[in-house]
């Protein structure tokens, strides 16, 4: 049996209070998938799991926004982060589905780049099937020389939220298979 679902991974700030490198866990998801007419409304993730997240160090948010385009600019982050507090590209789906089978579910993230900050290509270029291209990336670069320090740098960030989360998973994941009051 499944005890408990837990979406991680990256997340791009909506607001100027969540920092590149922080852990946050979300309260609940709303989305924002051009491709799907039926995502309408919020999908709650479970009250006890946010709990234990926050028991870990994840600060709580309001609201995730999945999106099926990655959000590139810090116009559009402020314009998004009206409503939401955090951008994401899995977690709608996630949980609304570990909910169809009466799962517990919780999205956490770990913000690799601000609201303020600019992202240094068109990201939505560079995926294909969900997962980056190397060889887009490549050609954006090869358009955008100038782009260089800035995907570096938000390389830098994305492999130091990578570590974070991971830390944070180790702890997490012992504590809930450990601890009967989480699920």
């Known amino acids: 049996p499944v005890h ?14 969540w920092k590149v490198g922080e852990l946050v866990v979300a309260r609940a998801i709303s989305a924002n998938l051009k491709n799907r007419a039926n995502t309408i409304g919020e999908r709650q993730c479970a009250p006890q799991l946010v709990e234990a997240a926050q028991k870990f160090g994840a600060k709580p948010v309001g609201s995730f926004l999945t999106s099926d385009e990655a959000v590139s ?34 999205a956490i993230r770990v913000i690799s780049d601000g609201a303020d900050q600019n992202l240094p290509l068109d990201m939505n270029r560079v995926f294909v099937d969900g997962q980056v291209s190397t060889s887009r ?30 830390t944070f998973l180790d702890s997490y994941v012992k504590d809930l298979a450990t601890n009967p009051k989480w699920l």
């Not at 810090?74 to 009466?102: C, H, P």
Request: glycine share 8%; charged share 20%.
């Open 73 to 106: 600019s810090a116009e559009a982050k402020r314009a998004l982060g009206a409503n939401s507090d955090v951008v994401e590209m899995e977690s709608f789906d996630v949980i609304e589905t570990a909910q169809k089978f009466a799962i517990p579910a919780v």
């Open 4 to 17: 408990a679902c837990i979406s991680t991974g990256l997340a791009g700030s909506l607001r100027p209070q």
């Open 137 to 166: 990336v490549l050609g954006q670069v090869a358009r955008h020389p100038a782009a260089i320090p800035g995907l570096v740098r938000l390389g830098f960030h994305s492999k130091k939220a990578a570590e974070t989360l991971a």
